[in-house]
């Protein structure tokens, strides 16, 4: 039972690292600020559109968590997809890497603009 109930814990305090923001949220969060901000589409989608600042980490990529381990963990982290999906994973994978700040943008970019 402690074993399950430890699991749990450091779960609920992984989700807890984690926030969700609409886009109008996100959006006064990064704009003028030095911010991680991170789009985790391919570079083809990357390439047509991406929103200023944003630093391209593939989550299909074989080395995406070694580039996301480049990041500062002592930093708030915004990441964004195209529809949401891709960044919540990678959200939860900043998480385990013990990232403790992270914004996830509510709808990716298809929401943002």
Known sequence: MSFLTS?????SQKNEAITVLNAADFKTAITNKKVQ??????????????IKGAK?????????????EKLDKSKA???YCRSGARSRQSAKKLATLGFTEIYDLKNGILGYN
Request: charged share 20%.
């Open 77 to 79: 982290v915004y990441v």
């Open 7 to 11: 699991l749990f814990g450091i779960n």
């Open 56 to 68: 391209n980490i593939d989550s299909f990529s074989s080395n995406f968590k070694t580039e996301l």
């Open 37 to 50: 901000l991170v789009d985790v589409r391919t570079p083809n989608e990357f390439k047509t559109g991406h």
